[in-house]
């Protein structure tokens, strides 16, 4: 059962996505981009994939603080979410200068400034699809400081998940891979991207 769904899921990608990917793949050689809401595994995930697919990982949260000086918290609290908003836009354009990375993304940089449609030109973008119950669960869990939620209870957490991921879906439904519960292990993911890669550039 699993053996199946994991064949078809490749078999999906390499009919319907490959052409696109292998389009971007000669102008960004394959960069891998990590998309999804706020606890949906980005970061934990991308830098165990960057390090089995020997990519440069790069966390988009991380990398703003360290241009900045400033914490994402400081950043919203001082200069707002808009500026956050801009200052992803500029490192997407940094990107751009950059190959062979693994990106963690934070979970509203597709949402914002028709970001998602660069991203995808970047390179190949894979949603981590949660449901909104879990990801609260791990958000209220988690230790990182998140400003858009933190001091809610786990119930408005919930909800408020709810609610945002409705019109955020549209951006996340835009990656090249769609990654449900299935697909979402480590090695899963490192066999279906190298796969992809296969398929793409005959590797
Ligand atoms: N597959 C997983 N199963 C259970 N918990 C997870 C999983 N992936 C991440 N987490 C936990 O969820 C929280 C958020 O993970 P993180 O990687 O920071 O997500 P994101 O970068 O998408 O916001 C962390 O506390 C992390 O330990
Ligand atoms: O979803 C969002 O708008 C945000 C997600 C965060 O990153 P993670 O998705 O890694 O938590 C971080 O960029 C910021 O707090 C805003
Ligand atoms: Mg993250």
Redo the contacts with the bound molecule.
Sequence with gaps: MYAYFFLSTIKKLQQVIAPSVFYFSFLYDMNIILVG??GSG??TLGKKLASRLGLTFVDT?KRIEQNEGMT?PEIFSRCGETHFRALEKKLVAELREEENLLVST???MPCFNELMKDLNEIGTTIYLKRPAKELAERVFNSK?K???TDGKSKEELISFIEDTLKNREQFYGQAHIIADREIQNITSLEMMVKAYWREVKGD
Excluded: A, V
């Design positions: 809401y706020m980005k970061t949260d994402i934070g979970g509203g990182k998140r400003p858009l």
